[in-house]
T-cell receptor, first 116, second 116 residues
Framework: AQSVAQPEDQVNVAEGNPLTVKCTYS??????LFWYVQYPNRGLQFLLK??????LVKGSYGFEAEFNKSQTSFHLKKPSALVSDSALYFC??????????????FGKGNQVVVIP | DTEVTQTPKHLVMGMTNKKSLKCEQH?????MYWYKQKAKKPPELMFV???????INESVPSRFSPECPNSSLLNLHLHALQPEDSALYLC???????????????FGAGSRLTVL
């Protein structure tokens, strides 16, 4: 089955420090990978995606992610975290349901807490 | 207009009630989605409409009935729900064919449903 794993439940980081949110994937074939963020009482917002091309993907709000095929990872990074980055972050991969339809399979989510 | 608008924001209903959730977008997106999300969990896909036709039903109980009256509107009709159906219901839309699995989803803020 095609899936992503987000190994940590919560990531705590001091404001101004680098932020990394980890994601590993398990797919057959070429992965389509996504990161979404959810602020409190809001829907999910798209940050970035990797389909093909450059392994370093730049996205919204200063976030970037690096696709690493050998490590099957797609970690989300930000050089300097802000308090406003505190949110729930979801990694997702294109997957198939039982009938072969494409859909997004989300990871369990990581709560990021940026400490002032 | 780059938003997906969901109404109502909050809904409390009894197990015998009939209610509806509404979703609207004016971005010209031709794929629309319903997701269910429990607190601090990833969203779970329920239904996908592509070009106003139901293309995916993730084995959702019949007490949830989707409807897509036109390309801008998506409804979710609720009847005889159970307390475990209490959740945040998210609507999303995307350009192009939903079947590609590469589309970026634009989410609404959600309708928080409580079933008593």
């Amino acid at each position: 089955a095609q899936s992503v794993a987000q190994p940590e439940d919560q990531v705590n980081v001091a404001e101004g420090n680098p932020l990394t949110v980890k994601c590993t994937y398990s797919v057959s074939g070429n992965p389509y990978l996504f990161w979404y963020v959810q602020y409190p009482n809001r829907g999910l917002q798209f940050l970035l995606k990797y389909i093909t091309g450059d392994n370093l993907v730049k996205g919204s709000y200063g976030f970037e992610a690096e696709f690493n095929k050998s490590q099957t990872s797609f970690h989300l990074k930000k050089p300097s975290a802000l308090v406003s980055d505190s949110a729930l972050y979801f990694c997702a991969v294109r997957a198939h349901n039982l009938y072969g339809n494409n859909r997004l399979a989300f990871g369990k989510g990581n709560q990021v807490v940026v400490i002032p | 207009d780059t938003e997906v608008t969901q109404t109502p924001k909050h809904l409390v209903m009894g197990m015998t009630n009939k209610k509806s959730l509404k979703c609207e977008q004016h971005m010209g997106h031709r794929a629309m989605y319903w997701y269910k999300q429990k607190a601090k969990k990833p969203p779970e896909l329920m239904f996908v409409y592509s070009y106003e036709k139901l293309s995916i039903n993730e084995s959702v109980p019949s007490r949830f009935s989707p409807e897509c009256p036109n390309s801008s509107l998506l409804n979710l009709h609720l009847h005889a729900l159970q307390p475990e159906d209490s959740a945040l219901y998210l609507c999303a839309s995307s350009q192009g064919q939903a079947s590609s699995g590469a589309n970026v989803l634009t989410f609404g803020a959600g309708s928080r449903l409580t079933v008593l």
